[in-house]
């Protein structure tokens, strides 16, 4: 079994910051590429940012210097730093991991952190 945990959302004024956090935990052997999805009411889910294991990353445009991924391979976890949110920002958000088992490699989501960014 393998389980990813998120925390860290919640409600923010627009300017403001948040630090999502995305634990995985399980029968891993090694964690290759982590990420951060967000779906807003009515939309597709779409790609915010993401993380090979050896720490090159990716942001989607309308993210690009107002957020960043990290990641602690120590412990299997992956970070987004929000800073300047915006109300389009308003989203629930989802780590994603591509986990290496016993017999291969697994694409593992979390179960979603709302983030709500008003005044």
């Known amino acids: 079994q393998v389980q990813l945990v998120e925390s860290g959302g919640g409600l923010v004024q627009p300017g403001g910051s948040l630090r999502l956090s995305c634990a995985a935990s399980?029968?891993?052997?090694?964690?290759?590429?982590m990420g951060w999805y967000r779906q807003a009411p009515g939309k597709e889910r779409e790609l915010v940012a993401g993380i090979t294991s050896v720490g090159t990353t990716n942001y989607a445009d309308s993210v690009k210097g107002r957020f960043t991924i990290s990641r602690d391979n120590a412990k299997n976890t992956v970070y987004l730093q929000m800073n300047s949110l915006k109300p389009e920002d308003t989203a629930v958000y989802y780590c994603?991991?591509?986990?290496?088992?016993?017999?291969?490699?697994?694409?593992?989501w979390g179960q979603g952190t709302q983030v709500t960014v008003s005044s």
């Open positions: 399980g029968s891993i052997i090694s964690i290759n590429a």
């Open positions: 994603k991991a591509d986990i290496t088992r016993s017999f291969g490699i697994n694409r593992y």
